[in-house]
């Protein structure tokens, strides 16, 4: 069963004009400037709200940045599903982030996030001080260029994961009917109740009829899911920080061999199989993540 988690710190909701790429709603848990920054990114159709649990009791260590991306949580940025091709939209806007802010930071993320993250400090190391992905969606390069290609003929494949978003209830009654919809159920299953209310409390708007709509539209999360073949192998050899990964033991996103093939070609880097765990590992065992992250920024203290 999943234990009862809490925030031990109060982020505050912060606005940020990326130049180019357009406006992100972002938590933020300033600090200590001594204190080392801490960028995180979310997964597919989850916002920076969702990781208040897990990233809160980390402001004694960190100052962070927990960002809403595009299409996602209360940024108004640009989210046009036709206009979705890659991913590398949300790491272009991370990198765009990460140049605004102008400091080397630890990176970390879940999921889609977890990509994100990677592709960022692939393309910029000088501000990347260390990495720690969190069930990344990294597809074996075999199955990346397939999809790369039947998108390129037109004759993508089903993808049950888009057709699922695409089918998404958007809209509620209230809030509370949200989690007792979800509570247990699904993806849900093994959350906390902190982790389900801070995800409908931050991916969630307020309708002139008094009912909630879901702020991350079915349309743009299928389009998301949609989207996540690209070939981005390359892009692990340019990755200079020190890097460690945590992957689950049941519906993990690293399959057919990945974990082996990163080994061989990454030798470096840290991949740590967490038992009882599935790709929800962030809400199951929260202290084992915060745990990584201490550990990553206490070993690589300097820039």
Sequence with gaps: MPQPVSSSAEPMRDLIDVPGRGVFSALRWDGDAAKPLLVFAHATGFNAGTYRSLLGPLSDQFRIIAIDQRGHGLSPARAEPDELKTWDTFSDDLVALLDLLDEPAFLSGHSMGGRVVMLAAAARPDLARGLLMIEPVLMHPSVSRKLWLARKFGRPPPNPLAQGA??????????DMMMD????RGAFATWPDAYLRDYIDGGTRDLPNGEV????????????????????????????CPVHVLYAESESTLREGVPELIRGRQPAWDLELVPGTTHFLPMERTELVQDALRRLARIYPQG
């Design 213 to 240: 709509e879901l702020s991350c539209a079915p349309a743009w999360e299928a389009a998301t899911f949609g989207s996540a073949g690209q070939f981005f192998w390359r892009a692990l050899g340019k990755v200079r």
């Design 181 to 184: 919809a979800y509570r247990g």
């Design 166 to 175: 695409a089918r998404r209830r958007a809209v509620f009654g209230s809030r």
